[in-house]
T-cell receptor, first 113, second 110 residues
Framework: EPEVTQTPSHQVTQMGQEVILRCVPI?????FYWYRQILGQKVEFLVS????????KSEIFDDQFSVERPDGSNFTLKIRSTKLEDSAMYFC???????????FGPGTRLTVL | QKEVEQNSGPLSVPEGAIASLNCTYS??????FFWYRQYSGKSPELIMS????GDKEDGRFTAQLNKASQYVSLLIRDSQPSDSATYLC??????????FGTGTRLKVLA
């Protein structure tokens, strides 16, 4: 069964450093998403991406964040200058159609020291 | 601020019983509703989606939607210890944005 994959599974970085989190969505899916979940808190929407551009973003997704689909398979989230409060689990998700089920990847745990 | 509200629990039920999980949402224009299950340290896994008022059944799971009351529920029949997890209600709000509730932790006691 096709699945969303994410790398790395765990990323440790120093405050102020740039990180890139990588996702490979399900191959025929058209809509891509990033979410984060701070430990013990709810899953929070960050951004949705369709047709090579951001469709919607939350207030969390400020100028420090960017997303890219550099080729036909990868979908990346970049955090330019990490803060302690960026420590969280980051989930990528994809769906075939807008109204379809979103399938989540296993997540990348980001730890900012 | 558009919100999805859930009781955080824990909701404890004996094995074999029916577990009832509830969710309310604030955006009256929402059209798509989802229940996800999340085990500790894992990603959300879809259980059910529902788009129309009424009930939708899938195996031991039944989702219920009442748009007038802005209320979604999930019933789990014949609860098993393996059903112990956090259940997340999610609502598509606007075109592309999905809002999750904080989740209800379910404990099924053997």
């Amino acid at each position: 069964e096709p699945e969303v994959t994410q790398t790395p599974s765990h990323q440790v970085t120093q405050m102020g450093q740039e990180v890139i989190l990588r996702c490979v969505p399900i191959s025929n899916h058209l809509y891509f998403y990033w979410y984060r979940q701070i430990l013990g808190q709810k899953v929070e929407f960050l951004v949705s991406f369709y047709n090579n551009e951001i469709s919607e973003k939350s207030e969390i997704f400020d100028d420090q964040f960017s997303v890219e689909r550099p080729d036909g398979s990868n979908f990346t989230l970049k955090i330019r200058s990490t803060k302690l409060e960026d420590s969280a689990m980051y989930f990528c998700a994809s769906s075939l159609l807008l109204t379809d089920t979103q399938y989540f990847g296993p997540g990348t745990r980001l730890t900012v020291l | 601020q558009k919100e999805v509200e859930q009781n955080s629990g824990p909701l404890s039920v004996p094995e074999g019983a029916i577990a009832s999980l509830n969710c309310t949402y604030s955006d009256r224009g929402s059209q798509s509703f989802f229940w996800y299950r999340q085990y500790s340290g894992k990603s959300p896994e879809l259980i059910m989606s529902i788009y129309s008022n009424g009930d939708k059944e899938d195996g031991r799971f039944t989702a219920q939607l009442n748009k007038a009351s802005q209320y979604v529920s999930l019933l789990i029949r014949d609860s098993q210890p393996s059903d112990s997890a956090t259940y997340l209600c999610a609502v598509r709000s606007g075109t592309y944005k999905y809002i999750f509730g904080t989740g209800t932790r379910l404990k099924v006691l053997a």
